[in-house]
């Protein structure tokens, strides 16, 4: 972003600038002026004004206009988009795909200049694949704002990659996820839908524990925990690994906890919820959750979601607390 933030200004996407302007001294008093945004960021660690200022979650209620959503369950911001769908009242639609960071779609800028130098820009989104975003955004917009009777309105508001995980996906690097576009008009995430497991020892158990069998496990993974895990925001592109690989690094540097082998295929769809009882020897503590597939060929261990917790958090994002050491939290 820093890069974004420092490049020259464009005599033909000027912003505003008058064509008479020096180019060259609008560019050195912007990187004069530069601040890094996680300046910024690093000032406001907790969720405080500056957050809430520009987080429409304050309320949902002053969204009116139409809504068009794209996420990607490689970024690091795909919840944020289940979440609007289930809470806006206007006009909506959704799609998640498999990509990262990037937009969703593969088509080629051609410019031919005066010197007759051919230059190629290429924007795409990976894993794909992707699809036709432009022409699904033309749909969109002939729709709400022409008001263009197109059948827009007749769509499902959810398309949804549903991946299917395996084996030949554990590269740092891939191309295409392995799956199918599934839509739907509302994600009902029923209480009755939901599998519980209870941690058990090194095992997890489908019936809730005695209390005389619930023990106490102490563990500190080594610092190198989660290299296995790929990127927490994919970039989007096919140059960058970020991907995740095999996690049974990762595995043997954790706590696990393993089901017995499933006997019947499951389709899992939704946010997992892990409760814990914790206790921390220090004021402050970080903890990772994964939830792995094992692959009953190769016993290899493929992430499938995963979530962070600062402790110090526990209460508030807003008011973080230090920890009380050795005090059992919830």
């Known amino acids: 972003m820093l890069i974004g933030l420092a490049i020259p200004p464009h005599r033909d996407y000027h912003g505003g600038i008058d064509r008479e302007q020096n180019l060259i001294d609008i560019w050195k008093q912007r990187l004069d002026n530069l601040v890094p945004l996680d300046t910024y960021w690093i000032q406001h660690q907790n969720r405080d004004a500056y957050w809430r200022l520009g987080s429409v979650c304050e309320d949902y209620s002053k969204i009116v206009c139409p809504v068009f959503l794209i996420g990607g369950f490689a970024d690091l911001y795909t919840d944020p988009v289940f979440r609007l769908m289930n809470q806006l009242k206007c006009p909506k639609r959704a799609i998640v795909g498999p990509w990262g960071h990037q937009w969703p779609y593969v088509h080629l800028f051609i410019l031919l200049k005066k010197m007759k130098k051919l230059i190629l820009f290429r924007d795409d989104a990976y894993p794909g694949p992707q699809i036709g975003y432009l022409e699904e955004l033309v749909h969109w917009l002939d729709h709400h704002v022409k008001g263009i009777d197109n059948g827009y309105d007749k769509k499902e508001i959810f398309s949804i990659y549903q991946l299917n995980p395996n084996v030949n996906e554990l590269h740092s690097i891939i191309k295409q996820r392995d799956g199918q576009w599934i839509h739907l008009n509302s994600v009902d995430f029923n209480e009755k839908n939901k599998m519980i497991y209870y941690l058990s020892l090194d095992s997890l158990q489908i019936d809730e524990p005695q209390q005389h069998s619930i023990a106490q496990l102490s563990f500190l993974s080594p610092q190198e925990t989660g290299t296995s895990s790929g990127s927490l925001l994919h970039w989007g592109s096919d140059l960058n690994p970020d991907c995740p690989l095999d996690q049974r690094d990762d595995d043997r540097r954790s706590l696990v906890f393993d089901s017995l082998p499933l006997t019947n295929k499951i389709e899992l769809f939704g946010f997992p919820i892990v ?19 094992i692959d009953e060929n190769t016993s290899s261990s493929i992430l499938l979601a995963r979530g962070f917790l600062n402790l110090t958090h526990y209460k508030s994002h807003e008011h973080p607390e230090k920890l009380k050491p050795n005090e059992i939290y919830q």
């Open 275 to 293: 409760k814990l009882n914790l206790s921390a020897n220090s004021e402050y503590g970080l903890i990772c959750v994964r939830l792995c597939m």
